[in-house]
């Protein structure tokens, strides 16, 4: 059998098709490795604030660590505080202004109201959660079993 010889014109259409076909898969490829690379780079540059935004859905109703905690102004931190001994109980403090704060105010900074039966707790032994979802705010409680009220209640 003889192959059939294609012609001039024949051969340019084919080619037209073959670059077409290779022009959308680079198109496309470039495109994907466009998204993937600002994808990368925002999570990179803003990986606090996203993990910030993360801790405050994911992290209500249940019990937040102390070290993510400014025990002075009662909200979530982006990041992990500092441990700080006072009167041989353990605070978290963002800053060095909130430690003192402490010193100079302690019965207004170490003492607070549980958020469920409104007994009056040291934050150095309450168990911490968030107010509101979605909020840094937090709020305190004396014991797990009003921890466990507090957010039944609220859903």
Request: proline residues 1%; aromatic residues 14%.
């Amino acid at each position: 059998m003889k192959k059939k010889k294609l012609s001039k014109l024949q051969l340019r259409e084919k080619q037209k098709i073959e670059d077409k076909k290779f022009n959308r898969i680079l198109i496309i490829s470039f495109s994907l490795l466009i998204v993937a690379t600002v994808s990368v780079l925002t999570f990179y540059t803003y990986g606090c604030d996203t993990k910030f935004l993360y801790h405050k859905w994911a992290w209500y109703g249940k019990e937040i660590p102390g070290e993510w905690a400014c025990m002075n102004g009662d909200n979530l931190q982006i990041h992990k505080t500092s441990k700080v001994v006072y009167n041989d109980k353990v605070y978290y403090f963002c800053s060095q202004k909130c430690f003192n704060h402490l010193v100079n105010h302690f019965t207004k900074v170490a003492m607070v109201r549980d958020a469920f039966s409104g007994d009056s707790i040291n934050k150095s032994e309450a168990l911490i959660g968030l107010k509101d979802k979605g909020k840094p705010e937090l709020v305190f409680f004396k014991n797990e079993e009003t921890f466990n009220h507090y957010y039944e209640s609220v859903k």
